[in-house]
């Protein structure tokens, strides 16, 4: 057995501080645009469907939603998050970074179901339980990758 240098051990344990970081850089991102799709939902709650009877004319629509703070709450967070997931593309590679996107589909159906209130039928739960489960897979496979 042989035992690691102190530059082996210091790079290992950097590396595994950088992919933490990662980590959160990512699920970070993952918040803020979660936090806009909420946002988004709740001003065009406000604002009403588009198409609908309640907004007779284009123009009464886009001045509804241009006096609408949540929307434009949801699209600063949206940018937010891009900003964090810029940084996260230039630490991590794209095909372990996106399968982290779909945390988001997991958190806004939860939230969706408990916070909106909104019906979410079994089949839907199903494919929450999958999405989860390809994250896990993701997530395994990241570590086999890198060692730890």
């Known amino acids: ?3 690691p240098t102190p530059d082996e ?3 290992s344990s950097g590396a595994r501080s950088s992919s933490l970081i990662s980590l959160v850089l ?3 991102s993952v918040g803020f645009a979660v936090g806009g799709q909420l946002m988004l939902k709740a001003a065009m709650d406000a604002i009403g469907r588009i198409g609908s009877a309640e907004v007779h004319a284009a123009g009464e629509y886009v001045g ?4 609408e703070p949540r929307l434009w709450g949801g699209l600063v967070l949206f940018g937010v998050s891009a900003a964090f997931w810029l940084v996260v593309l230039s630490r991590v590679p794209l095909s372990l970074a996106y399968p982290f996107v779909g945390i988001s589909y997991v958190v806004v159906v939860l939230l969706a179901r408990f916070v909106l209130h909104e019906p979410v039928p079994p089949l839907r739960w199903l494919g929450v339980v999958v ?5 896990a897979i993701v997530g395994v496979s990241s570590r086999s990758l890198s060692g730890s």
């Open 9 to 11: 051990l210091a790079a």
């Open 64 to 67: 509804r939603a241009l006096r």
């Open 131 to 135: 999405v989860a489960i390809g994250i």
């Open 1 to 3: 057995m042989e035992i």
């Open 26 to 28: 990512l699920l970070v």
